[in-house]
């Protein structure tokens, strides 16, 4: 009776020194700075799951499947994160700190501090360009990046391309927020990019450069037999324009007579439009800028209504 008494007592001391220690570890102030930075640095490889794969932590990628959040509230919530953080570090006594503690936790506040900065900027920036857009680097970290050496990383390719539509759908998001900020791209820029998306979507499903990297990639990988290999192979339909895709939703889903095409539908018209606008409901172009407002298809300003897609060469004056 005393010894089971005993192990019931020391299972309790581990207990509630384990929450002691756990507790402000992963949630609060942890007790040594240094836990601070590990937790800072799994936290945020966590939220991005596009920068896990980069690292290639090996046999570490929870996430793989999936993308970041592009949208401007995780943009805000990553602002509030860096706040805390740096609240956390500087509630350390950095003159009780050895000398290399205190090199480490100064590089770190000067960081986060950084960082906290241009929160004041959070939306001066220009996520779609035609150098270094989400448009054309997602593409890019699928083929450059994401591994394929196990079927369980085609599975997980097929689940990052199945996203794309909700991605973009955010980065769009982004797009109206900093046009409600009086944040606009030049017009150089979106016609570029606006190039660059037409030229990608133009190609068949079957013959984009995302099916046929899977489908080299499946042909060389070991140990995968020919009907599992068929079974993970693109096919069109789906899966080169899955469910959700911004320009699929545009087309299911157009805006009502009348209803305006802001500048950021830029991106989510410009695979099709089907709903006609009048020129005076058209922000193509702003009245302000002293042109005539284009008639027609919001997106294409010589479509009818009956036109299936946009003018793949003509970009939409702006």
């Known amino acids: 009776m005393r010894a089971r008494r005993l192990k019931v007592s020391l299972v309790a001391v581990v207990g509630v020194a384990a929450g002691v220690f756990l507790v402000p570890t992963l949630w609060f102030r942890p007790w040594v700075p240094e836990h601070l930075y590990i937790r800072i640095f799994a936290e945020f490889l966590y939220r991005h799951p596009l920068l896990m794969t980069e690292v290639g932590l090996p046999g570490i990628d929870p ?65 779609v360009n035609q150098f270094a857009g989400v448009q054309s680097e997602l593409p890019a970290f699928m083929i450059g990046s994401h591994p394929l050496r196990r079927p369980a990383d085609a599975e997980r390719y097929i689940s990052r391309l199945r996203r794309f539509g909700v991605a973009f759908d955010q980065v769009i998001a982004g797009l109206e927020r900093r046009e409600r900020l009086g944040i606009d791209p030049p017009r150089f820029v979106i016609e570029r990019v606006l190039a660059q998306t037409r030229a990608f979507i133009a190609v068949p499903p079957d013959s984009n450069p995302l099916a046929t990297h899977l489908r080299e990639r499946l042909a060389a990988m070991p140990g995968l037999g020919d009907e ?91």
């Open 63 to 127: 996430r793989g499947g999936e993308l970041d959040d592009f949208s401007p509230q995780a943009q805000e919530r990553e602002a509030a994160w860096v706040d805390r953080q740096l609240h956390y570090l500087r509630a350390f006594d950095f003159g009780r700190m050895s000398p290399a503690q205190r090199t480490s936790a100064e590089v770190l506040d000067w960081f986060l501090a950084d960082q906290q900065e241009g929160r004041r900027f959070l939306f001066m920036d220009d996520p």
């Open 228 to 318: 599992r290999r068929r079974a993970r192979a693109p096919r069109g339909g789906p899966w080169g324009r899955p469910r959700g895709c911004p320009g699929e939703q545009r087309r299911r889903h157009p805006p009502g007579p009348g209803a305006p095409w802001p500048r950021a539908a830029a991106m989510r018209s410009a695979p099709g439009c089907t709903r006609p606008t009048s020129a005076s409901s058209t922000t193509w172009p702003r009245p302000s800028r002293g042109r005539a407002a284009p008639t027609g298809c919001g997106c294409c300003p010589t479509a009818t209504p009956t036109t299936p897609t946009c003018c793949a060469a003509t970009p939409p004056p702006i």
